[in-house]
Structures are given as structure tokens and as C-alpha cells.
């Protein structure tokens, strides 16, 4: 039998019971568009944490003091943990393959200006910071590029900070108490908004050594460091390690790649995807019941034309072949329609909810309509088989 | 063409074996119009089912156009069937959602033929069969004599050389069941051995040889 009439004459069936086969595919149209909803909002939240985390450059590497380990006893005064200074930062700056290093201190402080009064984020770090941080200088400039240990008490506001404290003035050049400290403020950054809950507006910059001062810090919080793309990560890596190791006498710190923790990152939200889309997939394990259903009565319904097929010289596998396509197409249309209507919804909560992130990778569009296929044909297989192995002339005799 | 050498049927119902045909001794040539008659549970039925590769005999040869068809397997025996043989049904058994050219065409799709070749074919059919003003029409929309006149067409389109017919008239007033008859009666002309099972002994009469079976024999042959 050719290919073209296999299909014209399985589809006759559902084409003549419309309604039923409506039915039938809308089972497996809600169990595709489930999948497809959920893990359009997946893949959209992955989409989403990921691009407010690579912003910041995925050839950075963050080193912070202390080392990640679990040992028995307390190792007393060997064991301690020595802070990372401004001088292992500016050591790393000649290592190969290394861009710039930017040392880094965060804290709160109390900001005054012409009697006003306002606590923010203080972030203490050095010329490269708004590379780090791919945020960009409004007016002015940021902190100069020169020796920490003489660095100069210059401010740079945020956005925000600026806009509370000055409120249309202009604010280069006035002097700001920053905890205390008179500051000269040289810059203010464009706005940035929030990353992860954090207002990066309501904050200013001020150099990291003057940072561990203001803080009473006896280190760094963390360095960040920046490679060339070009460079083996694995050959940084080691190279910091040494360099930091002989600085130090052993390995008191840890090393962060972004592009690591990245992946780290993706790994776990793509686990979540998955589990929102088994979710749905639940509802299309209904579906495929419901062709189960439906196509073990069409075999007791056309008992009778399943003897007359054998009868007019159908083979056994013919007969299997039909009952199996039928189902099959009962399924590929129904995830079809559930493809587009899970698209469509997608789409549309996007229109409205424009703050949740929805993205439908064609994959994952083309692999939920491979499994709907799949749950047909499985569904399919029982029903059709009992089809091959009736009986013609006791099928013939069925009314 | 066909011969039956002691071909036997036998069926277990519960613990009983029942013998619906026994010892068949029984040829059949080209173009032979043969009637079998006889009382319900005879085992007439049997024979033509047996006769058509639709059941297996118990043992005993069946030989077609001399080939041993006996032992054959399913792929084999549908083979057989969709190149020779031609069913006759009495309730018609006409698929109900295709149309009445979708029904003829029916053997001719499962047998594999091009589409252009069964376009020619069913338009000959549904013309020699006078149902060309019926093409697109669902059985339900069809008279009886007009739906075994499709269930004929069908049986007829793979030029098949035995035609199996049971009760072909049994759901038809007498005039429709004449004229269907006179139809079948046509196609021994054209060489095909025409088989018809009726207890209807005014149409059994009319074929040139006539079967009398009781309890699974043939008791009497003209």
C-alpha cells in the first residue's frame, strides 16, 4: 500500500467521528501546551537569572580569603586565615593573561551633605570598577588610576545617591562627608538599577584602601580580576594560585571563575525547566490514556470492517499499520494545536505580565511534539495489534 | 483451478471437537458457476470462507491454479486472496464513511496499484455497474441493490478468477436479487468461477452445477 494512502484512509476514521477525535486530540493539546507553558517560563527565568549574572563579563574571576574545606580539629593559629591585602591585588596585575584587578570592600555608611543626611551602599574599589561591574560614568570620572596605599579621598556617587543628596545641583567638585570623612566628589555613574535586589544606584565609590579604613577592615572582601579572553582559564588559574600561594605560604583563599559559576548556575536552572516541563507532562500521560481509550473502541466498533479489509487482501501488518497511524495522527494534531496554543498563551502572558520572562527554544517545541507523537504510537500499539490478530471470518461475522 | 483433497474442518466448542466439514472431495474450473445449498450449520459457509483463505482446513489440499495454498502464511494467503479472489457479502459490508468509488477502489489502494491506474479502473466499474451517478454518495445514501451492485464493482476490480459469494441476495426484494444475480451470472462469461452459498433453491437452480450439503458433506452434486 503507498505511504500517501495509508494516511488518507487512517484519517478517514477520525474525519468521520469529528467530534470524538476533537475530543481525543484536545487530551494531548493540553498536555502540549502545559509543557510547553511551563518550560517557556523555565527557559525564560533561566534566561533571565543568566543574563543579570553575565552582564558583569564571563571572563572574570572573583577571589575572596578563606578556603573551602572541612577538616577534624581546630588548627589554631597555623589554621588562620590570612586577609587578602591591597598588595596581593596589585601583585596579580603583572601575572600573563591578566587584564586588570580590581580590589574590592563593601559596607554602609552614613553619607552628609549641606545638612542632609542619607545611609547607603559604600563600595571601595579602584579605577577598573565600572568595567567589573559594566556600569558606566555619567559625569566627570571615576577614581583615578594611582597607587592605593596614596590614594586620594575622592567620592563617586550613584545615580540615586545623587539624585537624594544633590537634587539637580551639580555635585563635582563640592565636598561630601562619607562616613565621617571629607571626600571631594569627582564623578557620578548613569543609572543602573536593580541586579538581584540590590539598588546599585544608592551607592557610591570611594578608593579601597580608604574603604578598609573607613570600615576598620583588616582586608580585602574580594578581588575581582579580569582575563584576556583568549586565555586557558585553567592556566589563570594556576598562575593566580602560585602567585597568591607565595605570597601567603599556602592556599588561603578561593577562586571563583564566573564563567564556572555560570555554568553551575545554568546546570540547576535547567534541572528546574525540566521539572516544570515533567510536570506538564503528566497531563500529557492523560492524554495519551484518553487515545488508549478511543482506540480500543474504534477496534470494537470496526470489527466488522477489519475482517472485510483481511477479506479484500489486507495483510495482518497493513491492518497494524492503520490502527497505529490513526493514532499517531490523533496525537500529532493534537500537539500541533497544543504547540500553538501553548506558544500563543506564552506570548500573551508576556503582552501582559511584560516582567515575566517567557522564551520557547524550538527545541523544546519539536521534542514535545516528538513525545506526543511517541505517546500516540504507544498508545497506538496495544489496540492496533489486537486489530492485526482478529480473526477475519470471526470478524466478518461480528455486527 | 480449484481442488479440494479430503480437506476437513473441524472446530472445538468447549471440550467437543465438531467436524463442520468433512472429507471434501470438490474441483472447481475456470469460469464454473457452482451453487452450494443446504440446511443452516451445514458448514456451506465454512467451505466458501475455506475456499476464499479466510480459514485454514484441519487437513487435507487445497490447491489454487495447481499451488499448494494450504500451508501458506498471512502474508502469503492475503496475497492470494487480493489477486484472486472476490468476497460477495450478504449485509454488503461496505465501509460507511467512504464514498461509493473510495469502496471499489478499496482492494486496488491495499494492493499497492498507482493512483491513476485505479482512477481508470474504478471509473470502468462504477460505468459497467450503472453507478456512475453515485460516485460521491456514502453507502447510507445508496439503495440496497445499489450498494451490493458497489460490493460487486469491489470484488470485480482486481479482476480476481473466483468469486465468492454468500447470500448475495438475502437482504433484497426478489426483483433486486434478480438483477444482482443476473450481474454475477455475467462475470462467469468472462472466465471467472462464480461460488454463490444460498438456501434459496429458485437461485440455486440456476447454476449449471449445484451443491447439496448436510452435516458438513456434499450429499449430492448435478
Redesign the interface.
Known amino acids: 500500500m503507498l505511504t500517501s494512502d495509508l494516511i488518507r484512509l487512517s484519517i478517514s476514521s477520525p474525519l468521520a467521528y469529528r467530534m470524538r477525535s476533537l475530543l481525543t486530540g484536545l487530551g494531548i493539546a493540553i498536555g502540549i501546551t502545559a509543557v510547553i507553558l511551563l518550560t517557556s517560563i523555565g527557559e525564560g527565568l533561566h534566561q533571565f537569572v543568566l543574563s543579570e549574572f553575565s552582564q558583569f563579563g564571563t571572563n572574570l574571576i572573583s577571589i575572596q580569603p578563606g578556603k573551602t574545606q572541612v577538616q577534624g580539629a581546630n588548627v589554631g593559629i597555623f589554621g588562620s586565615v590570612r586577609p587578602l591585602s591591597i598588595e596581593d591585588a596589585m601583585a596579580l596585575r603583572h601575572l600573563p593573561n591578566v587584564e586588570y584587578v580590581d580590589p574590592s570592600v563593601t559596607g554602609n555608611a552614613e553619607l552628609r551633605f549641606n545638612g542632609k543626611t542619607r545611609r547607603t551602599m559604600v563600595i571601595g574599589g579602584g579605577h577598573n570598577l565600572p568595567r567589573v561591574m559594566a556600569s558606566r560614568v555619567q559625569l566627570g570620572s571615576f577614581l583615578p588610576d594611582e597607587e592605593p596605599a596614596s590614594a586620594r579621598a575622592f567620592v563617586v556617587l550613584g545615580a540615586k545617591a545623587r539624585e537624594e543628596l544633590y537634587a539637580g545641583q551639580n555635585p563635582l567638585g563640592s565636598y561630601l562627608k562619607v562616613g565621617g570623612q571629607r571626600y571631594r566628589v569627582i564623578g557620578v555613574m548613569e543609572p543602573k538599577g536593580q541586579i538581584l535586589g540590590f539598588d546599585m544606584d544608592d551607592t557610591v565609590f570611594i578608593p579601597a584602601a580608604r574603604a578598609m579604613e573607613l570600615f576598620n577592615r583588616p582586608g580585602l572582601m574580594e578581588i575581582h580580576l579580569s582575563y584576556k579572553a583568549s586565555a586557558d582559564l585553567d592556566s589563570v588559574l594556576r598562575s593566580i594560585t602560585e602567585a597568591l600561594k607565595e605570597r601567603h605560604g599556602r592556599v588561603d583563599f578561593t577562586l571563583t571563575p564566573q564563567a564556572k559559576a555560570l555554568e553551575v548556575l545554568g546546570s540547576v536552572l535547567d534541572v528546574i525547566t525540566f521539572a516544570v516541563g515533567a510536570l506538564g507532562g503528566i497531563s500529557l500521560l492523560v492524554g495519551g490514556v484518553g487515545i488508549l481509550t478511543i482506540m480500543t473502541m474504534a477496534v470494537s466498533e470496526r470489527t466488522n470492517e477489519i475482517g472485510l479489509l483481511r477479506a479484500l487482501g489486507a495483510k495482518q501488518k497493513q491492518v497494524l499499520m492503520l490502527f497505529l497511524i490513526e493514532a499517531m495522527l490523533l496525537s500529532a494534531l493534537g500537539g500541533l494545536a497544543g504547540l500553538a496554543l501553548g506558544f500563543g498563551i506564552a506570548q500573551g502572558l508576556h503582552e501582559f505580565i511584560p516582567a515575566l520572562p517567557v522564551h520557547t527554544p524550538w527545541q523544546f517545541a519539536a521534542l514535545a511534539e516528538l513525545v506526543a507523537i511517541g505517546i500516540g504510537l504507544a498508545a497506538g500499539v496495544a489496540p492496533a495489534r489486537r486489530a492485526a490478530r482478529l480473526d477475519p471470518v470471526d470478524a466478518l461475522r461480528t455486527e | 483451478m480449484i481442488s479440494l483433497e479430503h480437506v476437513t474442518r473441524n472446530f472445538a466448542v468447549g471440550d467437543l471437537e465438531v467436524s463442520a466439514l468433512r472429507d471434501i472431495n470438490l474441483t472447481i474450473a475456470a469460469g464454473d458457476y457452482v451453487s452450494i445449498m443446504g440446511p443452516s450449520g451445514s458448514g456451506k459457509s465454512t467451505l466458501l470462507?475455506l475456499i476464499?483463505l479466510?480459514?485454514r482446513p484441519s487437513s487435507g489440499i487445497y490447491r489454487l491454479d495447481g499451488r499448494d495454498v494450504t500451508s501458506l502464511d498471512?502474508?502469503e494467503q492475503?496475497?492470494v486472496?487480493?489477486?484472486k479472489i472476490g468476497?460477495v457479502?450478504q449485509?454488503f459490508?461496505l465501509?460507511?464513511?467512504?464514498t461509493a468509488s473510495m469502496n471499489i477502489e478499496?482492494?486496488l489502494?491495499?494492493?499497492?496499484i498507482?493512483?491513476d491506474d485505479r482512477k481508470a479502473r474504478v471509473e470502468e466499474l462504477l460505468q459497467d455497474y450503472g453507478l456512475a451517478d453515485r460516485t460521491d454518495h456514502r453507502p447510507d445514501q445508496l439503495s440496497g441493490g445499489q450498494r451490493q451492485r458497489v460490493a460487486i464493482a469491489?470484488a470485480t476490480s482486481?479482476h480476481p478468477a473466483v468469486l465468492l459469494a454468500d447470500e448475495p441476495t438475502g437482504n433484497l426484494d426478489q426483483a433486486t436479487g434478480r438483477e444482482v444475480i443476473g450481474l454475477l451470472e455475467k462475470l462467469t462469461e468472462q472466465h471467472v468461477a462464480l461460488i454463490l452459498v444460498t438456501h434459496d433453491p429458485m437461485i440455486g437452480s440456476r447454476a449449471k452445477r449445484q451443491l447439496h450439503m448436510v452435516d458438513g458433506q456434499i450429499v449430492s452434486q448435478t
Open positions: 470462507n476464499g479466510l480459514d498471512d502474508e492475503a496475497k486472496r487480493s489477486e468476497f457479502f449485509s459490508h465501509v460507511p464513511r467512504l478499496l482492494p489502494i491495499l494492493a499497492g498507482p493512483p469491489r482486481m
